[in-house]
């Protein structure tokens, strides 16, 4: 069974910092990785989606970068600003098809002005 | 473009009662279709998925159902709510395959009573 851990589970750093979130999985057959913000009480946003044959996605600010063999992918913001402040979750599709994402707990990130 | 509804925003209901979710996709043909659930202190579970009218497929045994009577309509539904059902409950959509990119709703806040 797949399971994915978000570390770490909070984070509060000033504005203007560079940071690194992470993501691990225990099953390395996976067909695709997302990366998702959710602010609170609001759904999900899709930030980076990376196929599983892809090291790196970049989105503006955001990189996400892969690494299956280990089960590893960080999420690296740049230059962060107070409106990045939100959870953000990192999700694998483990299964073809229609099969759906299985999630980890999230990291809730804080940046101060 | 397309775009995804989930209705009602937020519903209190007591335990015991009926329950009703409806999600509806915009600008699209066949999705697949997702239900997901994020109760407290847990991550996003899967609940169902379902690739076409009619079709679902259930991960999690539980008190709910949910049923596609139309092509881009999902309904989650239960028979008695049980305090335990209380959540956030989230609809996603994708297309079919492995490499797809999940896209999900506003969500739905049931607390029951």
């Known amino acids: 069974k797949q399971e994915v851990t978000q570390i770490p589970a909070a984070l509060s750093v000033p504005e203007g910092e560079n940071l690194v979130l992470n993501c691990s999985f225990t099953d390395s057959a996976i067909y695709n990785l997302q990366w998702f913000r959710q602010d609170p009480g609001k759904g999900l946003t899709s930030l980076l989606l990376i196929q599983s044959s892809q090291r790196e996605q970049t989105s503006g600010r955001l990189n996400a970068s892969l690494d299956k063999s280990s089960g590893r992918s960080t999420l690296y913001i740049a230059a962060s600003q107070p409106g990045d402040s939100a959870t953000y979750l990192c999700a694998v599709r483990t299964g073809g098809g229609a099969d759906g994402l299985t999630f980890g707990k999230g990291t809730h990130l804080i940046i101060q002005p | 473009s397309q775009t995804i509804h989930q209705w009602p925003a937020t519903l209190v209901q007591p335990v015991g009662s009926p329950l009703s979710l409806e999600c509806t996709v915009e600008?699209?043909?066949?999705?697949?279709l997702y239900w997901y659930r994020q109760a407290a202190g847990r991550g996003l579970q899967l609940l169902f998925y379902?690739?076409?009218?009619?079709?679902i497929s259930s991960e999690v045994p539980q008190n709910l159902s949910a049923s596609r009577p139309q092509d881009r309509q999902f309904i989650l539904s239960s028979k008695k709510l049980l305090l335990s059902d209380s959540g956030f409950y989230l609809c996603?959509?994708?297309?079919?395959?492995?490499?797809?990119?999940?896209?999900f709703g506003p969500g739905t806040r049931l607390t029951v009573t």
């Open positions: 379902s690739v076409g009218i009619g079709q």
């Open positions: 996603a959509w994708s297309v079919y395959g492995g490499w797809s990119e999940q896209y």
């Open positions: 600008g699209t043909s066949n999705p697949n």
